[in-house]
């Protein structure tokens, strides 16, 4: 099995979770005392009163005043910064946000406590959506924002107007994307325990980031972040979700510090549901313009992203408009660009990114935008995109990010051929003429992934991630650990990392330990997200594994009399090419510890390597087809095929990848199909529970028939680029597409996912009654 | 204890009191004790769920699960009789021959999952009185019996006068629903049922199920019960006698859905508005009626 990058290895993580030896936030509180916190029954007004009977132990944000608020900020005009009060102080501002926590010895008398508490409120007017909080004399959620607008960017070419004065034909389309939860089998947690004998806190959290939590746990609490450790232990799923600070989780800090002992917060479902981050609350308008030939020439796009009531930290809440505006041109070349993407605060709960943040529902509208001129110039969907898919690279966007190497074209025409488009043309002209609706959707886009911190720092963000470090050593025994700052949670980071230093190692991945989760054992990183953890985290592990190897070949050159280039170290042996002469990598180990009088003059003992990564970022790439049949009667679509054809670079593990390709695709047609968290006028959540918050089931999923190509580019050093958002962010528009196909006989237009039985039974109905 | 088991005074409900009956008197005696407060726990699919989300509160459960003496499927005659505590699972295979086994099957598979199939009962079903529950259709469209038991003895309900509202029916507090029966279809009746929902498993947006005779290729005996769509179950009446003496074509079917889609008085929720359930009124009793002519 060597080398063992590319190998299928079975994940190290699955053993102990597949057989009940999981170890999640909830598994480990303990002897714990619990929290449950109160929370808002309203969606914005002034609290009156907080009344606890005798008898319960509660704290409200009048406890917690030496309690900083969190304030997420960048560094840019058109971003204005508000600011979250760990438990609410004085204003409610969304159903479900924490305006106290009460503390008992177990989760269920908690829970009976905490109904016991009397929040008095006095109700104020609310605004829900987003085209109603920037209407004139809309309620100001945050008293110092009128226009409740936190982010108001605008990016634009020239020509922008001339451009479409002489286009062939000009398309345009209103686009709404519902709100999601990203919806972790395991919802957020924590465990926080106080030690009186150092003083020390420690945070157990299900969390992805350990460190920025340590830092702005500090930071909020006012207290050196040596005091403080924070633990990540199994995680069951966050997508991020639990990438953005949880303000329960500086509750349950502070109240294990005040009362000097171990509390425990664990988030039921409905909480989650109601006051975990949303996401992907958008409202577009987009309009492009062709020439004669269908080449796109220009795109003018106005985005409205609702954020919430707060912003997130530490990347605030415009991560999502900011995103949309830069990256929206997607994989298509065109120069001529206008637009403006705004985020407003409502009284609803707070965004956060998750899985694919704006680019599910970027690429629903360049890919619809892509169909609808199909449509008008009487060509397959397949044709425009290969008219206008980026073919050279290096490739500098409008927006200027560069796109670095891939397969852009080659992935469509390789996902029309494993589909049959043409096939399935004829089958679904058969199926009209019996009056069955088929449809076959495409989606193809670019993933930036792996990006580092001058990606980041372009955004203005006042805590600036991006960096990752790794702490390598080989023991006596000749077994290596690897220490990481990024906080893998069900991507199989410890198998892939294991495989990539096990290469250059010379031993058995399993052999290597992948030390993760715990800021008192690993050098200061940004935790897992953004499709980033093999690129950076795995770019550092192989840095350091160079390190590391160098000076293992010293070793056995001195050992064996060789010139130090010709050791080759392979299946834990250093020889010398073209000779049978060798030793054990395991006997330079304990020669590098036990007998280093024997190492060469200045040569430290021990064998340990640091190194850090930090790349301007990589672009992955995919094209994804759906065929789906649609019942136009009852509104119900079946996705019957699922095709993935994805470029993420040189695959490590191909079947942690396929599974990334599985999971995030599912989470795709959720998007498209299925999940939607509603509000009411009030501002009342309508979706608390797994009955009205629909997850697909394996039954709604097809088989997701997965394949690869491989373009390795310069942009990292692995030559493997991230995938972990791709299934998700290409899926909805794939789904989409393919329902938008199925219905055009009745012309019938998709203005807003999901596309639910209800929404399209009204649009066929309402085709019946007004045919076109 | 053993991590992950709760006393009973420890768990996820509200406070509550429970008594397990070791016999139907026993029950219905503490039903007559503590009449309002109290809620019977057959299958426990529904209520535990709602208890968990504290949307359900009830001081006192009276825990049937015990009582092997509701758990009984008996032909007597024309009539099945099935006591309450029979679980969904059962009627995955034809508990009867004929039209009527047939039918319970193809309701059966659409009860929730497995587990809540293995769990959950027929009685249980009908008590909880979920508009969108198969059984509660099924009853009404066999015309079923309810026998219920009470400190003052007991009584029959007609299933036609036993579902009044959303969760509600003629049931007092202190009675028990102990026995259903449903008469037997006639041998060459043609049974079909149809529905729509979000996600496998999931209550329906929308339900068909009906029956009737074409011997001599004319309706006769024509039933149509329709759930999911209002706060009940409902007969579709004006449409079952629309079909009466038509003959069993494609067009008499298309023409007696138009008239259920229209005559009932349908209800929206956030999965659907009330046009949107007469829509799939229209589509699923005229699809359960062509699926019962071609079986």
Redesign the interface.
């Known amino acids: 099995m060597i080398p063992w990058i590319g190998q299928p290895l079975p994940r190290f993580e699955d053993p102990p979770l597949l057989t009940g030896e999981g170890r999640f936030v909830a598994d480990l509180t303990g002897d714990a005392s619990f929290l449950r916190f109160v929370r808002s029954p309203v969606a914005h007004g002034r609290i009156v009163s907080i009344e606890a009977p005798e008898g319960i132990t509660a704290f409200t944000a009048e406890d917690l005043r030496e309690v900083r608020p969190i304030r997420p900020l960048l560094h840019r005009p058109d971003f204005r910064p508000i600011e979250q009060p760990v438990l609410a102080s004085g204003k409610v501002r969304f159903v479900g946000e924490p305006v106290a926590v009460v503390v008992a010895g ?1 989760p ?2 908690a ?2 406590a905490a ?1 016991q508490v009397f929040v008095d409120i006095e109700p104020a007017d609310r605004v829900v959506s987003a085209p109603e909080a920037i209407r004139p004399g809309a309620p100001a959620v945050h008293d110092h924002l009128e226009d409740n607008m936190v982010v108001d960017a605008r990016f634009e070419t020239e020509r922008v107007d001339e451009v479409f004065s002489g286009a062939a034909v000009v398309v345009d389309f209103d686009l709404r994307s519902r709100r999601q939860n990203a919806l972790p089998l395991e919802a957020r947690g924590s465990v926080a325990a106080y030690d009186s004998r150092s003083g020390r806190t420690t945070l157990t959290a299900s969390v992805q980031s350990p460190h920025v939590v340590r830092t702005v746990l500090a930071d909020l609490l006012g207290m050196p972040e040596s005091d403080l450790r924070v633990v990540v232990p199994d995680v069951g799923g966050a997508f991020g979700q639990k990438f953005c600070l949880a303000p329960e989780d500086v509750v349950t800090a502070w109240v294990a510090r005040r009362l000097r002992t171990t509390v425990s917060w664990v988030e ?1 479902r ?1 909480e989650n549901l109601m006051s975990s981050f949303h996401s992907r609350d958008h409202h577009y308008r987009v309009r492009g313009a062709f020439d004669a030939d269908a080449r796109l020439l220009a795109v003018d796009a106005d985005l409205l992203c609702n954020i919430g009531a707060y912003s997130c930290y530490p990347v605030t809440c415009g991560v999502e408009p900011l995103m949309a505006l830069a990256e929206f041109p997607g994989p298509y070349d065109f120069r001529t660009y206008r637009v403006r993407s705004r985020g407003v605060t409502t009284n609803t709960c707070p965004m956060a990114p998750y899985r694919g943040v704006s680019r599910p529902v970027i690429t629903l509208a360049m890919e619809r935008l892509m169909d609808l001129a199909a449509v008008r110039f009487r060509i397959e969907p397949s044709e425009v995109r290969r008219r206008n898919l980026i073919s050279e690279f290096p490739y500098t966007s409008a927006t200027g990010l560069v796109y670095d190497e891939g397969s852009y074209v080659e992935s469509l025409d390789r996902a029309v051929e494993a589909v049959g488009l043409e096939d399935f043309r004829r089958s679904q002209a058969a199926a009209r003429a019996q009056g069955r609706y088929l449809g076959i959707g495409l989606s193809v886009f670019s993933e930036r992934t792996g990006y580092g911190t001058s990606a980041f720092a372009a955004r203005s963000m006042d805590v600036t991630p991006g960096y990752e470090t790794v702490d390598l050593a080989m023991d006596p025994s000749g077994n290596v650990e690897a220490r990481l700052g990024a906080s893998p949670h069900g991507q199989g980071l410890e198998t892939t990392l294991a495989q990539l230093i096990g290469d250059r190692l010379g031993v058995e991945p399993a052999r290597v330990r992948i030390v993760h989760g715990d800021t008192d054992r690993t050098p200061y990183g940004w935790g897992t997200f953004a499709s980033r953890s093999l690129v950076i985290a795995g770019g550092a592990a192989r840095l350091a594994s160079d390190r590391l190897r160098a000076k293992l070949a010293a070793i056995a050159s001195a050992e064996l009399e060789a010139a130090p280039e010709d050791i080759v170290i392979m299946a834990g042996r250093a020889t010398v090419a073209g000779t049978d002469a060798g030793i054990e990598v395991a006997e330079l180990a304990r020669l590098a510890y036990h007998s280093s009088h024997r190492l060469a003059a200045g040569m430290d003992p021990g064998l340990t390597a640091t190194a850090t990564y930090d790349p301007a970022g990589t672009f992955s790439n995919a094209c994804h087809v759906a065929t789906v049949e649609v ?1 136009p ?4 679509v079946r996705v019957d095929r699922f095709v993935v054809v994805e470029d993420a670079g040189r695959l490590i593990n191909p079947m942690i990848v396929d599974g990334q390709l599985h999971g995030g695709v599912t989470q795709g047609i959720a998007g498209a199909l ?1 999940e939607e968290i ?1 509000y009411d006028r009030e501002g009342n959540i ?2 608390t ?1 797994l ?2 918050f ?1 997850p ?2 394996l ?2 999923v097809p088989i997701i028939e997965v394949h690869h190509l491989e373009t390795i580019s310069e942009a990292t050093i692995t030559g493997a680029k991230g995938l972990g958002e791709g299934g998700t962010i290409g899926a909805p528009a794939a789904v989409i597409n393919a329902v938008a196909d199925a219905l055009l006989p009745l012309g019938v237009e998709i203005a807003e996912v999901p596309a ?3 929404r399209l ?2 649009l066929v ?1 309402e085709s019946e009654r007004n045919p076109a | 204890m053993a991590p992950g088991y ?1 006393t009973p ?4 409900p ?2 509550f009191d429970y008594h397990q009956a070791r016999s139907v008197a026993e029950a219905v005696t503490h039903l007559g004790e503590y009449g309002y407060e109290a809620k019977v726990l057959a299958g426990g699919q529904s209520l535990v ?1 709602a208890m968990n ?2 949307l359900a509160r009830p001081a006192v459960l009276v825990d049937i699960n015990p009582l092997d003496e509701l758990d009984y499927l008996e032909e007597d005659g024309d009539t099945l009789r099935i006591g309450a505590m029979v679980r969904h699972v059962a009627f995955e295979r034809p508990v009867t021959e004929g039209p009527t086994g047939r039918l319970l099957t193809m309701a059966a598979h659409h009860v929730g999952h497995l587990p809540i199939r293995i769990r959950g009962t027929f009685g249980g079903s009908l008590a909880h009185a979920d508009p969108a529950a198969e059984w509660c259709v099924i009853a009404l469209l066999l015309d079923a019996e309810l026998s219920t038991r009470s400190p003052s003895g007991g009584r029959d309900i007609p299933a036609g006068g036993f579902f009044q509202t959303v969760f509600t029916t003629a049931l007092e507090p202190e009675e028990l629903l102990v026995e259903v029966r449903l008469p037997k279809l006639a041998s060459h009746t043609r049974v079909g049922f149809q529905q ?1 929902s ?6 329906a ?1 929308a339900m068909a199920a009906v029956a009737f005779e074409s011997d001599d290729g004319r309706v006769a005996n024509a039933r149509i019960a329709l759930g999911g769509v209002s706060d009940r179950p409902l007969r579709a009446g004006e449409a079952e006698q629309a079909l009466e003496g038509q003959p069993a074509t494609d067009e008499s079917f298309r023409a007696a859905a138009e008239i259920a889609a229209l005559e009932i008085d349908a209800i929206g929720d ?4 009330a ?2 359930r007469r ?2 009124v ?3 009793t005229r699809r359960a009626l062509e699926q019962a002519i071609a079986a």
Do not use: C, N, V, W
């Not at chain 2, 005074?9 to 996820?12: S, T, Y």
């Not at chain 2, 979000?198 to 209550?203: L, N, P, V």
């Not at chain 2, 956030?270 to 508005?273: A, F, L, N, P, V």
């Open positions: 177990t269920e008398e829970e009976d109904e039921d409905r019942d009667e009852t509104g119900g299925y509603l309508l979706t529970s009955m009205d629909l697909p089931t039954a709604e639910t039985p209800s039974r009204r109905s | 709760y005074a420890l768990m996820k509200a406070p769920p989300f504290r729509f979000r996600r496998a498993g999931d209550f947006l956030i999965h659907g508005s046009g949107y829509d799939l229209r589509a699923l």
